[in-house]
């Protein structure tokens, strides 16, 4: 099948040196020997989900901690991927990364075989923070990160920070930011922390010992230069292409143990288990979309970032009411949140049009 809507290329990486304490994510440690014959099924996975793609425009390796695969696994998989998709001149590859496993030979290598932008993950300067959500970093392998990093050729670099616990003052995430800001950065993930089900912090932190410094975090982070185009997303003058792409409601396809793809009306999920995924990695369970479901998602995710959603997929009068009562604005036919964090109480309030 002619995959023509798809452009983006998810790949993920499941393995860590460790489990922190707040991830929900498809993520295992001490399964390093693991690690070759997963990027073989990996490899036969690609082959087959690219089959009938035009051209790549974005391609992003998450994780758990991509770093932790080599150079040389990168090579196949890369190779792989010119062999069956065409890619953009122009084309963005991000890998997630950890700053305790980045050194330059790895840094330099990916950066040799295409890849335009990494995203590190920082979380906190602060060491007992750090501690807090068993990071196994420190602040002295945050700085020399992103220092091979951009030394290496990477101009796009992008770190993630975690806020709102029980650590967190005012004072304190005004020191974080200005940590950031000296970095050679020019785009910051910023993710209030959330008690998932299951993650080790769920069973020892209580919600009611989180703060909320949602809009104290975006004004500080804006008097840095980080303009606010997503909930959790800020950019000096790089926003990344691949998750935009995700918030415009584009396709896009997913390969690795427990990726997600859409394709039309139908998301296809991967198996979540490492070993029954490389024992059939082609394998996927499909849910199929009512077109209710493909408007929520994309109102949902449009509000949310400065893409907006298409006015002519919602009711007049609600739309109305929202530019009256200065809840949103009105660009270029595009409806966008005057505040991103309310945007989920938005899409929840309003109604679609006749779907058909």
């Keep these: 099948m002619l995959k023509s809507g798809v452009s983006s290329l998810y790949i993920h990486i499941p393995f860590c040196t460790s489990k922190c304490g707040y991830c929900a994510f498809n993520s295992f440690s001490g399964l ?50 010119t062999t069956y998709a065409h890619l953009d001149p122009d084309i963005e590859i991000t890998l997630e990364a950890n700053p305790d496993l980045l050194d330059r030979a790895w840094c330099g290598g990916l ?28 602040d002295q392998e945050i700085r020399q990160a992103l220092d091979t990093a951009y030394k290496s050729g990477f101009e796009n670099l992008s770190i993630d920070l975690i806020y709102n616990t029980p650590l967190d ?82 396709e896009y396809l997913g390969c690795g143990a427990g990726s997600v793809g859409r394709i039309h009306n139908q998301r296809f999920f991967k198996s979540k288990d490492i070993k029954a995924y490389m024992a059939k990695p082609s394998g996927v369970k499909i849910e199929v979309l009512s077109p209710q479901d493909l408007w929520f998602e994309r109102v949902f995710l449009g ?35 005057k505040d991103f964090f309310l945007a989920d ?12």
């Design 303 to 337: 509000l949310r970032c400065a893409v907006g959603v298409d006015c002519q997929i919602l009711k007049p009068a609600q739309v109305q009411t929202l530019l009256e009562e200065q809840i949103c604005d009105l660009h270029g036919g595009q409806l966008t949140a």
């Design 169 to 250: 003052t005012k004072e304190r995430l005004m020191q974080e930011i200005q940590q950031a800001s000296k970095l050679p950065i020019n785009h910051l993930s910023a993710y209030s922390l959330t008690l998932e089900e299951n993650t080790k912090l769920s069973k020892s932190v209580r919600s009611q010992d989180l703060f909320q410094f949602d809009g104290f975090l975006k004004t500080q982070l804006e008097t840095y230069g980080f303009k606010h185009y997503e909930v959790s997303n800020y950019t000096k003058n790089y926003p990344c292409r691949h998750n935009l792409a995700y918030w415009r409601g584009l």
């Design 32 to 81: 390093e020997d693991l690690k070759d014959d997963y990027v073989c099924a990996l490899i036969q996975d690609i082959q087959e989900s690219l089959e009938g793609t035009p051209t790549l425009q974005t391609i992003f390796v998450g994780g758990g901690t991509p770093n932790t695969l080599e150079v040389k696994h990168y090579e196949v998989i890369f190779k792989t991927i």
């Design 345 to 356: 109480e938005i899409a929840l309030w309003l109604e679609p049009p006749a779907l058909s």
């Design 111 to 138: 950066k040799e075989l295409g890849a335009t932008r990494l995203s590190i993950g920082v979380q906190s300067f602060f060491k007992d923070k750090l501690e807090f959500l068993q990071r196994t970093h420190n």
